[in-house]
């Protein structure tokens, strides 16, 4: 069945610091990526997303590229704020199940970001 | 603004005791979605139902049920309440239009079973 994997965590940043949380999938054809946050005390948002090959998502900063030939889809920032502090969580939704597809998601990872 | 609530952040049950958690949404979407979330496991899905009086089994049914009787709502229900299901429960909808695959997500009840 479909599967992602997201980098082992928690990871800690300075202020300022670039962030990269790396994260693989698999899965039959070819589905669309996510990327979720959950803030504390929250319930999931969704960050960004990729629905073909090469396509790039950007929001609040952060960045990700569906990478098809190595299936990953790692998200980026170049500076981190305190206000990143969250859960983060990859995801992907195959297309087998037409309008009533599910999403897939990975363990997930909390970033938190020092002053 | 899209809104899914969640009738209570906090719960604390017995075990044995039947315990139900609601979910709304005002969105109009015909899918909807229980999932539980664990330190370490990630979200996963328990039942989804993708029209009124439809359901699913996800990955996790065992020891749950759910019911939507109205579009607009969703329930889980845990028959007997168990230790093991002490956990983080998230509802979320989404809109069936194929090009959506986006899923709404409410603030999540924290249960704890005694």
């Known amino acids: 069945g479909d599967s992602v994997t997201q980098m082992e965590g928690p990871v800690t940043l300075s202020e300022e610091a670039f962030l990269t949380i790396n994260c693989t999938y698999t899965?039959?054809?070819?589905?669309?990526l996510f990327w979720y946050v959950q803030y504390p005390g929250e319930g999931l948002q969704l960050l960004l997303k990729?629905?073909?090959?090469?396509d790039k998502g950007s929001n609040k900063g952060f960045e990700a590229t569906y990478r098809k030939e190595t299936t990953s889809f790692h998200l980026e920032k170049g500076s981190v704020q305190v206000s990143d502090s969250a859960v983060y969580f990859c995801?992907?939704?195959?297309?087998?199940?037409?309008?009533?597809?599910?999403?897939?998601f990975g363990k997930g990872i909390t970033l938190s970001v020092r002053p | 603004d899209v809104k899914v609530t969640q009738s209570s952040r906090y719960l604390v049950k017995r075990t044995g005791e039947k315990v139900f958690l609601e979910c709304v949404q005002d969105?109009?979407?015909?899918?909807m979605f229980w999932y539980r979330q664990d330190p370490g496991l990630g979200l996963r899905l328990i039942y989804f139902?993708?029209?009124?009086?439809?359901?699913e089994k996800g990955d996790i049914p065992e020891g749950y049920s759910v019911s939507r009787e109205k579009k607009e709502r969703f329930s889980l229900i845990l028959e007997s309440a168990s230790t093991n299901q002490t956990s983080m429960y998230l509802c979320?909808?989404?809109?069936?239009?194929?090009?959506?695959?986006?899923?709404?997500f409410g603030p999540g009840t924290r249960l704890t079973v005694t």
């Open positions: 995801a992907l939704s195959d297309h087998r199940g037409g309008a009533n597809s599910k999403l897939t």
């Open positions: 139902s993708y029209d009124v009086k439809m359901k």
């Open positions: 899965a039959t054809g070819y589905p669309s």
């Open positions: 990729a629905t073909k090959a090469d």
């Open positions: 979320a909808s989404k809109d069936r239009d194929t090009l959506s695959y986006e899923q709404y």
């Open positions: 969105m109009d979407h015909e899918n």
